[in-house]
């Protein structure tokens, strides 16, 4: 079967790398692709968001699955056009991408549902928006832009003339456009902060094996927000009944209110959680995989990649039985342009990647590069993924950070703690999770 998967990131090269792996695969194509999915998948010179040219191109080359990595074409409507003209893809459509194109949305449906999170209140006008803030005694709070924003639409204010400032610059002066002409007032919840992913076929959940992502820019999770600076799996810190109580009280009933509702959802759902003393409760929704986190997914996977994407994006995931993973652990290190997440300089000349690649255990994924005259250039705020896979966490990340060793470019930057939490030498996050582990538990 040919298949095409649409994005151009370490998540789609991770995903082109599992699924070159299959048995039946026939020819892979990537869209745009970028220089590293190009050694095993043809690059197709197609913008994600051009949905009549990803048609045309999976129509052309009789694509027999399309896997879409990234929000935008799927909030776009990527999927009821691919849908409309037979071919199976493992994404959702318009109508399930609401969960992830709109807070509020997501809020309601929590609500109808019974699933856990934090009280909020809506707000289409600014005005009504400040009276609110004005009228607040406990702070924090949280504002969020109802739309997709890149990851930068979520302000935490500590009192009123912060929220009454966010207010204004995010639904008068429209900092994050449109996304911000509703707007998301919710109360801030303290904990743990993690995510859990699974396949969805519509009707079954495969809950994926544990994953944990570096969220802060800099070691010690100190610095701005990025998307992600590096992830291991599996992890620890989440015992079984945790994820268990995930499964059923907030993935299940999400999926199974959405096919109620007429919003059948298909693909990868990725809950960002906080752990609270209340229980796990929903911060966000994303309707399709987290990156750097399939990085350290893809080579855990034992299960045929085409075989589970195709029985996900038909309806046929119970069938399938259980997903198989590898014992062996995975740790995965980002390299970062200098000034990334606050800016990017492209064009940056980039070696010892094929060297770091031989390494026993080590898997490169492209995240942000491309090929300039034959040479390797980054070509964006992430440049590469450096994944170890060992038995041990330890003995994963060993791989990697030696990997990584060989690699260079202008102002690389990386974090030098990717698993910190769960190895011996962690602080005392890590030793009180794990006299949770360790109090007779099974962990996940
Ligand atoms: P979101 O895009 O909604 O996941 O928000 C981005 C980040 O803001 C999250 O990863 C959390 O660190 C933080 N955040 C969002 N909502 C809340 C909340 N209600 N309480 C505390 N922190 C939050
Ligand atoms: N690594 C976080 C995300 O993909 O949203």
């Excluded at 999927?79 to 949305?105: C, M, N, Q």
């Amino acid at each position: 079967m040919n298949v095409l998967v649409v994005g151009s990131g370490g998540r789609e090269h991770a995903y082109v790398d599992a699924l070159a792996r299959s048995k039946n695969i026939g020819r892979l194509y990537a869209a745009p692709g970028n220089a590293g999915m190009a050694e095993q998948a043809e690059c197709l010179d197609v913008a994600v968001d051009d949905l009549e040219g990803l048609v045309a191109a999976a129509q052309q080359r009789d694509v027999g699955l399309v896997v879409v990595g990234p929000e935008v074409p799927l909030v776009a409507g990527l999927v009821d056009a691919l849908i409309e003209v037979e071919i199976p893809a493992l994404g959702p459509t318009k109508a399930a991408a609401h969960l992830e194109g709109s807070k509020a949305f997501m809020k309601d449906l929590c609500r109808r549902a019974r699933i856990p999170t934090a009280g909020y209140r809506t707000f289409n006008e600014a005005s009504e928006a400040i009276a609110y803030a004005e009228s607040i005694e406990t702070w924090p709070h949280v504002i969020k832009a109802d739309g997709l924003a890149a990851g930068k639409g979520v302000l935490i204010v500590h009192d009123t003339t912060a929220a009454v400032a966010a207010v204004r610059t995010v639904m008068l002066e429209q900092a994050f456009g449109d996304s911000g002409s509703r707007i998301v007032f919710e109360e801030f919840l303290v904990g743990e902060e993690l995510s859990v992913m699974a396949l969805v076929d519509g009707e079954t959940v495969a809950v994926l094996e544990p994953s944990r992502d570096h969220k802060a820019a800099f070691d010690g999770d100190e610095g701005p927000n990025t998307g992600g600076m590096g992830a291991f799996s599996p992890s620890r810190l989440l015992t079984r009944r945790t994820y268990e109580q995930i499964e059923e009280r907030v993935l299940v009933p999400t999926v199974h209110t959405m096919a109620k509702e007429g919003r059948t959802f298909r693909g990868v759902l990725y809950a960002g959680l906080m752990l609270t003393a209340e229980g796990p409760m929903v911060l966000e929704f994303n309707v399709r995989g987290g990156d750097p986190e399939i990085e350290v997914l893809m080579p855990r996977l034992q299960t045929d990649a085409l075989e589970l994407f195709s029985a996900a994006a038909e309806g046929r995931l119970a069938e399938l039985g259980e997903v198989n993973w590898s014992d062996d652990a995975a740790c995965g290190v980002v390299l970062a342009d200098g000034d990334y997440p606050s800016k990017v300089t492209p064009g940056k000349s980039i070696e010892g990647v094929a060297a770091a690649a031989r390494h026993e255990g080590v898997r490169v994924y492209h995240m942000g590069t491309r090929r300039v005259d034959g040479q390797l250039v980054t070509a964006g705020g992430r440049v590469l993924c450096v994944v170890g896979l060992a038995p041990t966490l330890q003995g994963a990340r060993a791989r990697a950070y030696a990997a990584v060793d060989d690699i260079s470019f202008q102002d690389m930057r990386w974090r030098t703690d990717i698993g910190w939490r769960e190895l011996p030498a962690a602080d005392s996050a890590a030793s009180s999770a794990g006299a949770e582990a360790s109090a007779g538990e099974s962990t996940a």
